[in-house]
Each structure stands twice: as C-alpha cells, then as structure tokens.
C-alpha cells in the first residue's frame, strides 16, 4: 500500500471546478487524488489543509527547541514542536507528495512556505553536524523513493520560458524537499488565471490531461 500526501496552499477553498473564482490548484490537486483512489483504492490518501489553516510560522522557541537535542528538550520544547512534528510523520509516510502551491508575488504563499519550514528539520529530515568531515549537513529521506509533484497556478503566462527567471514557486520547494532527501520532482502548472479567456480553459484541459497521465506513470513506476 501506498501513501499519497495531497498539501493544498491556496487561500481560496473551493476547486474552480465547483465554485466560480475557485482555485485551480485545489482543482487539480483534487483530480490528482481522485484519480490515484480510482486506481488504486487501497491506498492511503492524506490531506493537509494548508492554504486556510497554515502551521504556525518559526518562531524563537521553535528555533530553541528544534536546535535543543531531543533528549534534552524541556516540555515547552516538546509542546512547541507537536505540529511541526506531526507533520514531519505524515512526511515521512508519505510515498507521493502533492504540493498545490498558487504563485502569489513570484514565490510561494506565506502558508506553504509555513509548511515548508516546519518539515525540514535537523534531526528529523536532515543530519547536521559541523565536526563531520566534508559535508556537514545531510538528508535523512535520501534513498526512499519519494515523489515530489507540485501543482502551480499563475494568473499570468511564460514562466516556464520567457518569466522561467521570476518564478520561485516550483524551486521554493523542490529546492528544500532535495535538501532534505527527496529529489523525483514532477511539475503540473495553469496559467492565464488572471485573463479568464479561452487559453486560460486550454491551460486548464492541459493540466487535467497531465494530471491523468502523471498518476497512470507514477503508478505503474
Ligand atoms: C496575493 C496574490 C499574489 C499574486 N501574485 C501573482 C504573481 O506574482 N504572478 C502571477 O502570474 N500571478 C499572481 N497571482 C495570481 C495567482 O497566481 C492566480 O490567481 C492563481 O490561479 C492562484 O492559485 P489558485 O487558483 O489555486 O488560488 C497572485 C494572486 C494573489 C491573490
């Protein structure tokens, strides 16, 4: 049995599927998912609401206790690193990892970037030690056969050519996710949001088509 992680980071909640000014990412992301269970129902799927109730952002006592050896950590340490441990476990179960990631400013949402710096912790998914010869740092989910797929959305078009230089959504992540270990990344993206024209329809039924042909891939890998 396999486990699917499906993080969704939009601010708005409902797919543009079901709600007009919906979400495309939670569209897809929602496709993803249900097409993976269509397929393979006795699979584990996971869903981590981001994007409306974001993990609580690294701040003092975070760093304290996360940098505080665990057999050393008091039960405020413990107790301020709970989520962040919890979501740290369903990373660690999970075999695909979907990240429903909008691009708000070229970068990542607040919330998932949130996410994000709650899961790459030392000692849980990454190794540090500064007295190591060579490399100190180094990553603990290395050699798992972990997929990373992230779903963007934009609301203007070309940043995966002629804007590729202001895009810091898909890299906000995998960047992080290799650091930690897990380096299979797949990319799904809408654009045109902002336009609501025929392209941004066509862009749409083009992720919706890769979308399909990702879970039929990474299935039968
Ligand atoms: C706060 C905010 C910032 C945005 N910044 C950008 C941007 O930098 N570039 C862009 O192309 N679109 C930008 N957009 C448009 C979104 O990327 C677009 O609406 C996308 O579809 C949002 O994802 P969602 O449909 O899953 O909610 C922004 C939207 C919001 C709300």
């Given at each position: 049995m396999d486990?699917?992680?499906v993080i969704d980071g939009s601010a708005r909640t409902y797919g543009s599927d079901i709600a007009s000014f919906g979400s495309h990412t939670r569209r897809i992301s929602h496709l993803?998912?249900?097409t993976w269970r269509s397929q393979r129902p006795e699979d584990l799927i996971l869903h981590r609401e981001v994007g409306a109730v974001p993990p609580s952002p690294?701040?003092?006592d975070w760093v304290h206790a996360a940098f505080t050896p665990a057999?050393?950590?008091t039960f405020w340490m413990q107790?301020?690193?709970?989520?962040s441990d919890k979501l740290v476990d369903e990373l660690i179960a999970a075999d695909v990892i979907v990240v429903a990631a909008p691009m708000y400013n070229f970068g990542l949402p607040a919330q998932i970037k949130a996410y994000v710096d709650n899961v790459v912790r030392v000692g849980r998914t990454f190794g540090f030690?500064?007295?190591?010869?060579?490399?100190?740092?180094?990553p603990l989910l290395e050699g798992q056969n972990k997929k990373l797929v992230t779903i963007a959305s934009r609301g203007d078009f070309g940043y995966d050519d002629r804007l590729k230089h202001m895009n810091n959504v898909e890299t906000g992540i995998e960047i992080p996710f290799s650091y930690?270990?897990?380096t299979d990344h797949y990319r799904i993206a809408v654009e045109y949001d902002e336009f609501a024209d025929e392209r941004l329809q066509a862009s749409i039924k083009r992720a919706e088509e890769n979308t399909k042909d990702l879970v039929a891939t990474l299935i039968a890998a």
């Amino acid at each position: 049995m396999d486990t699917v992680l499906v993080i969704d980071g939009s601010a708005r909640t409902y797919g543009s599927d079901i709600a007009s000014f919906g979400s495309h990412t939670r569209r897809i992301s929602h496709l993803f998912a249900e097409t993976w269970r269509s397929q393979r129902p006795e699979d584990l799927i996971l869903h981590r609401e981001v994007g409306a109730v974001p993990p609580s952002p690294v701040d003092a006592d975070w760093v304290h206790a996360a940098f505080t050896p665990a057999e050393e950590r008091t039960f405020w340490m413990q107790q301020r690193l709970a989520e962040s441990d919890k979501l740290v476990d369903e990373l660690i179960a999970a075999d695909v990892i979907v990240v429903a990631a909008p691009m708000y400013n070229f970068g990542l949402p607040a919330q998932i970037k949130a996410y994000v710096d709650n899961v790459v912790r030392v000692g849980r998914t990454f190794g540090f030690d500064r007295s190591r010869d060579g490399e100190p740092y180094w990553p603990l989910l290395e050699g798992q056969n972990k997929k990373l797929v992230t779903i963007a959305s934009r609301g203007d078009f070309g940043y995966d050519d002629r804007l590729k230089h202001m895009n810091n959504v898909e890299t906000g992540i995998e960047i992080p996710f290799s650091y930690i270990g897990i380096t299979d990344h797949y990319r799904i993206a809408v654009e045109y949001d902002e336009f609501a024209d025929e392209r941004l329809q066509a862009s749409i039924k083009r992720a919706e088509e890769n979308t399909k042909d990702l879970v039929a891939t990474l299935i039968a890998a």
